[in-house]
C-alpha cells in the first residue's frame, strides 16, 4: 500500500516562502496523479495544486496561482510544493495525495479530493503577518 508522509511546514513571515516535500514508500509515484490539498481552521478540504505522472501537466487552485508551484521527482519517489509570497490566508494543514485510475493518462490532473485514493498525514503551515 502506498504511503506518503510530508514535511517542511512550520512557522513563517508573510511575504516568506516554505517548500513542502511528500516522500512515498511501499509504491512508485510514476503511476499516480499527485495533488496538494489544505484544510485551514473550520473550513473544508480544499485543492491545492495537481501535478500529472509524468509531470506534463499541472494545475493550480486560482487562490495560490502564480505563488504556489508543484512539482514532481519519479526518481526520488517525491513529490513537492514550492510556497512563495505567504499570506496569513495560506495558513492550514497541508496534505499530500494520490489518485490512480485505469483512465488516467500520463498527463492527467485532478482537483477532486474524492478521486484521490491515499493520502500523508498533513504538515502544518503557519504564516503569520
Known amino acids: 500500500q502506498l504511503q506518503l508522509v510530508e514535511s517542511g511546514g512550520g512557522l513563517v513571515q508573510a511575504g516568506h516562502s516554505l517548500r513542502l516535500s511528500c516522500s512515498a514508500s511501499g509504491g512508485t509515484v510514476s503511476a499516480y496523479c499527485m495533488g496538494w490539498f489544505r484544510r485551514a481552521p473550520g473550513k473544508q478540504r480544499e485543492f491545492v495544486a495537481s501535478?500529472?505522472?509524468?509531470?506534463?501537466?499541472?494545475s493550480h487552485a486560482d487562490s495560490v496561482k502564480g505563488r504556489f508551484t508543484i512539482s514532481r521527482d519519479n526518481g526520488k519517489n517525491a513529490v513537492y510544493l514550492q510556497m512563495n509570497s505567504l499570506k496569513s490566508e495560506d495558513t492550514a494543514v497541508y496534505y499530500c495525495a494520490a489518485h490512480w485510475s485505469p483512465y488516467n493518462t500520463l498527463l492527467t490532473v485532478s482537483s477532486k479530493d474524492a478521486e484521490y485514493d491515499y493520502w500523508g498525514q498533513g504538515t502544518q503551515v503557519t504564516v503569520s503577518s
Open positions: 501535478i500529472s505522472r509524468n509531470g506534463g501537466n499541472i
